[in-house]
């Protein structure tokens, strides 16, 4: 696109301000929508994937939930050498809070996941501080995240510093982690401690050494070149003769699931989860969205039709070729949407806290923005730019200069293809308030 012509169409675009705004402000709200819809549609497809050893870690499950005793992991992990290792992991949500030893006035309430030693070698949770082998170790071991140890010591490091419980269970820290990304199964926690310390807090030692309360959730990590799904007959068959859900009966099943399919899967437990057909009705209603904001730009530039006309004719009769022509019009369209788009990103940062509560969740648009994500988001830009462009060229460059010049041009904007565009996006926009409105009336 030539100066001169970005030029004389900035000028235009400033004779017809409510178009132009109407235009662009109508398009930048539409892609707001498309970008937090999208980055949500992202993170929830991307949930657990980031761990390196994903395709060998499971979750065992049975056709209800996906909690059991205490010392099964063990035992299933004894009876089947294609496992490497396992973990419990529990969610300790009690009233609970913690103070720095020396500073007991310094309080602070505390949520926990309980787990087993080898927690941070199947995960690839983030360590700051410590190392993955060795931070669970020891019974009273806690790796505590970074926003709870500065909470507690500032900016002095934690690590060899002795934090006491409210009901005086003393615990070590050994390491430092980062908070828990959005995109795992694994809810947000202050600690990450050792499974054995539950005894100490319940005062209770048969609670980790028997299978009397089904509380825990369990992964194992497969050896590799080993199919764990295989053996889920062989473990059931030793449940059935240790364990009293499958003596009586009250259970049946049982899989090892894959990691990666535990957020969409219908087993209750103590994960986060999420529905399959949400995060897919949601990628149509954000395709739907954009197809709506495309159809609206095309449909506007046609009604402004009038304006440009004259333009156009004067270039073809002064010798502009109609594709040279079809080129300026598309690269118009594509400096429009780079400017929606600019407006849009602004429009989604203000609009994001509203976002995460309605969806419960905390997405960050700005995270992970790299030179690939970024090439992404200028390829899609121009890639509406051109859609959105390519009729509404075809449209001015196809009228005949002569008949416009003279004045004996009629508007032809009822075009058969503007019909149906109109008919598509009013029928879409009924049908999306229709189905907006049933929403709201059932979760009130």
Known sequence: MKFRDIKAFIKQLSRNKLYSLVTIFGFSVSLMFVILLSAYIKQELSVDKFHAKKDRLYRLVNEGHSTFGSTIGQKIQDALPEIECETRAYNYYFEIYFYAQGAPNKKLNADLLMVDSTFFNMFSFNLEEGNATEVLLLKNSAVVTRHFARSLFGDESP??????????????ITGVMDDFPENTQFRKCDAVVNYQLLADFWENPQVTTTDGAS?????????????LPAKNGQALALLKKDFWMYEQERVKTLDFEPIT??????KRGEIKQNSKTLVTVLSAITLLILILSVINY???T????????????IKKLMGSSRGSLIRQHISESVFICFIAFGLGILLSSVARPVFNSLLETNINITENVGISTIAGFVAIVLFVGAISGIIPALYLTGLNPAEVVKGSFQKKNKTAYSKV??????AATIALIICASFIVKQTR
């Open 159 to 172: 690590v060899g510093k002795q934090i006491i419980s409210s009901n005086n269970v003393p615990l070590i």
């Open 215 to 227: 509380i825990v959730s369990y992964y194992f990590l497969a050896k590799e070149g080993t199919n």
């Open 261 to 266: 399919a535990s957020y969409f899967s219908n």
């Open 298 to 300: 095309i449909n506007l």
């Open 302 to 313: 046609i009604a402004q039709s009038g304006f440009r006309n004259k333009e156009v004719a």
């Open 421 to 426: 565009l109109v008919s598509f996006q009013f």
